[in-house]
C-alpha cells in the first residue's frame, strides 16, 4: 500500500476548537476559549498531534500550545506586534539579516500548526515572503554577498512547501559559490512526520552542502514513534538534527518537563540547541516565565544533565549581533 500523502494529513487538520475538545473529553471541561482569538490567528493542529495529547487532561500541555483562549485578548503592555525587530532587519524581500554569516530566507508564510505564543500571528506574510516574489530577489541578494556562508530556511514552515518548490529554490542558491552551509528550521518533523516522505529525503540528500535541520519541541510529550522515524529518516539522510524550544508558562517551566524534553530528543537523535525565553508578542503575555525563574530552571538543567542535552538559555533582542545569552 501507498504511505498517505503528507498534503492530506495537512488538510486534514483541526480547526475548530469545540471539535477538538470534544476530540479529547473536554467539551465540559469550562476552558476559556476565545472565538475573538480564534478569528486573530485560527487554531490549526494536525490529527497526529492532536493523538498525542491526554484525554480529558485541560493542562495538557500540548493543548496549551494550541488552544485560543481568553487570555490572548487581553493587552499588555511591553508585549507588541513586531517582537524581534524583523521590521527593519528586513534586507530584501523575504530575507532577513541580522548575524554575521548568515541570512534567514522566509520561504513561506504556511504552517501545519499555529502556535498560540508565535510571533507570526502578526507578521505581514503575504507580501514579505521569498516565494511572494519568486525567490529571485533574494537568491540575487544571497548570491551578490560573498559574506553570507549559511543559508537558513524559515518562515513559517520551510517544509511546507512541495519538495520541487524546495529543490527550485536550492538550485538558484547552488549558484553561489559562497555558500557553506544550509539550515532548515522547520516544527513538520514532530508535528506532521508524514512530511518527511521519500521525495524530501531524496532532495535532501543531495544537496551539495551539510544540512543542519533545527526542529521546533517543547515537551516530551511531542516525540511519538512517527516521530522517531521522521527524525531517524532525516538523520540517514545526512542531516545534523537540533531542537529549539520556547519557554512557556503550563506547558515546559519546570526542570522535570525541560529534562524530559531534553532526553526525549537525544533518544530521538536530537541535541538540544536553544530554549529561547518568549518573544514578547501580543497575545502571549500569559505564556510569559519570569527571568528569575528561567534562570533558576536552566542551572537545575545544568546540575542535572550532561552538558549537551543542556540547551543555551536566550532572548532575541533587537539589535543584538546575536541571541543574548540570559
Ligand atoms: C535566530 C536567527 C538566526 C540564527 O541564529 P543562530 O544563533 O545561528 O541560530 C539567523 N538569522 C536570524 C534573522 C535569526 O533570527
Ligand atoms: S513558525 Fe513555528 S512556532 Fe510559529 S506557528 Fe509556525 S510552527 Fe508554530
Known amino acids: 500500500m501507498q504511505p498517505r500523502p503528507w498534503q492530506q494529513a495537512w488538510r486534514e487538520a483541526v480547526r475548530d476548537p469545540r471539535e477538538l475538545l470534544s476530540m479529547l473529553g473536554l467539551a465540559d471541561a469550562g476552558l476559556a476559549i476565545s472565538d475573538a482569538a480564534a478569528a486573530q490567528f485560527p487554531l490549526r493542529v494536525p490529527r497526529g498531534f492532536v493523538a498525542r495529547m491526554r484525554h480529558g ?30 521590521g527593519p532587519a528586513r534586507a530584501g524581500r523575504g530575507l532577513i539579516r541580522k548575524y554575521r554569516g548568515r541570512a534567514l530566507l522566509v520561504a513561506t508564510g504556511s504552517c501545519a500548526v499555529n502556535c498560540r505564543y508565535c510571533f507570526r500571528r502578526h507578521f505581514p506574510y503575504s507580501e514579505e515572503t521569498a516565494a511572494a516574489a519568486g525567490w529571485r530577489d533574494a537568491v540575487a541578494a544571497i548570491a551578490a554577498d560573498a559574506g553570507i556562508d549559511e543559508v537558513i530556511l524559515s518562515g513559517g514552515d520551510p517544509l511546507s512547501l512541495s519538495t520541487s518548490k524546495l529543490a527550485q529554490l536550492t538550485d538558484a542558491l547552488a549558484a553561489a559559490p559562497h555558500l557553506r552551509r544550509l539550515r532548515i528550521h522547520s516544527r513538520l518533523p514532530v508535528v506532521l512526520p508524514e512530511r518527511i516522505d521519500g521525495g524530501l529525503l ?10 543542519t535541520v533545527v526542529v521546533h519541541a517543547n515537551h516530551a510529550n511531542e516525540f511519538d514513534q512517527s516521530v ?58 500569559h505564556f510569559e516565565v519570569p527571568d528569575a525563574r528561567a534562570l533558576e530552571l536552566h542551572a537545575a538543567l545544568r546540575r542535572r544533565l550532561s552538558g549537551y542535552l543542556v540547551p543555551r538559555l536566550v532572548r532575541e533582542v533587537a539589535g543584538d549581533a546575536s541571541k543574548r545569552p540570559l
Open 202 to 211: 531524496a532532495w535532501l540528500g543531495a544537496l551539495p552542502w551539510p544540512v
Open 57 to 86: 487532561d485541560p493542562r495538557d500541555p500540548l493543548l496549551r500550545q494550541v488552544l485560543p483562549l481568553d487570555d490572548e485578548m487581553r493587552a499588555m503592555p511591553g508585549f507588541t506586534q513586531d517582537a524581534v525587530g524583523d
Open 228 to 285: 522517531d522515524g521522521a527524525m531517524a529518516r532525516l538523520r540517514a539522510a545526512g542531516a545534523t538534527l537540533l531542537n529549539q524550544a520556547v519557554l512557556l508558562r503550563g506547558v515546559n517551566d519546570n526542570a522535570d518537563a525541560l529534562a524530559d524534553l531534553s532526553e526525549r530528543g537525544f533518544q530521538a537523535g536530537v541535541l538540544p540547541y536553544y530554549l529561547h525565553q518568549l518573544d514578547r508578542v501580543a497575545g502571549a503575555a
